[in-house]
Nanobody
Framework: QVQLVESGGGLVQAGGSLRLSCAAS??????MGWFRQAPGQERQFVAF???????????DYGASVQGRFTISSDNAKNTVLLQMNSLKPEDTAVYYC?????????????????WGQGTQVTVSS
């Protein structure tokens, strides 16, 4: 089992920044990801970070956030962070943290077994 607790959402003006945090406890996941879901839309991949051991990792991003968002890991705190810069109104959504313990590909939500409760991010124009 992996328990995930998210924090850091809120309201920000376009062009601003927010940082989301996801604290994990329980089993050590193979990877952790962020997804988002806007009203009436499907859940969308945002970013993932895969832990390769020895403190190394691999990360990747969805096309719509590439260059603006950064995912990172604080291993000492078992926390994954999502730094979101240059936010746009279209980034408005509920953001979900997810953990995968057995997945092989981390771009699809069905490869994640555990999910956080979600945190609202609203970007005003």
């Amino acid at each position: 089992q992996v328990q995930l607790v998210e924090s850091g959402g809120g309201l920000v003006q376009a062009g601003g920044s927010l940082r989301l945090s996801c604290a994990a406890s329980g089993r050590t996941p193979r990877a952790m990801g962020w997804f988002r879901q806007a009203p009436g839309q499907e859940r969308q991949f945002v970013a993932f970070i895969k832990f390769n051991g020895g403190g190394t990792f691999y990360s990747d991003y969805g096309a719509s956030v590439q260059g603006r968002f950064t995912i990172s890991s604080d291993n000492a705190k078992n926390t994954v962070l999502l730094q979101m810069n240059s936010l746009k109104p279209e980034d408005t959504a509920v953001y979900y943290c997810a953990a995968s313990v057995s997945g092989l590909s981390f771009y699809q939500s069905n490869n994640y077994e555990y999910w956080g409760q979600g945190t609202q991010v609203t970007v005003s124009s």
